[in-house]
């Protein structure tokens, strides 16, 4: 997220709320989101859940792009993406660096038996193994009696 510091610098480059209809929701949080995705070169739907809904946060990327709010408020962020760039390269380094004694396994970090989804990711378990056994056929009433009676 945006420092307080950053964000004061930052809030100035934001178009104003004008007109009737509700509030939006909290710009500090879609500027961090946006700056979050700049820095680690990812699309919004894999950043993590404390930004919010991926399909808000496209639609009001989408509102800045039109207007060209988000040109000046990546430009105005420009040192805000590089020290998140910093930090986030530096934790996947020392997450990877198995000579650092802060290094932990996966499973220490994200947690026993729990694997992070990804979008567009092929599909697993139960869905994986009914679609294998449709496919291969094995399933079929004609292939069982054949392999219980031995049938060629």
Known sequence: MT?????RKIAAHL?????????????RRFVSAFFFAAACNCSLES?????GNPRSLRTRRQRWERDGTLARLLQAGAPVIARMKHDYWGAIHDASDVS???????SAFFGEDLIPRLPGVSPR???????????????????ILARLHGWK
């Open 100 to 106: 650092s004694p802060a290094w932990k396994p996966s």
């Open 125 to 143: 378990g139960q869905y994986l193994t009914r679609q294998k056994q449709r496919d291969d056929g094995e399933n079929d009433p004609l292939a």
């Open 47 to 51: 950043l993590p859940a404390v930004f």
């Open 15 to 27: 178009p104003r709320h004008n007109g009737p209809g509700k509030p939006r929701q909290d710009d």
């Open 3 to 7: 420092t307080a510091r950053e964000w």
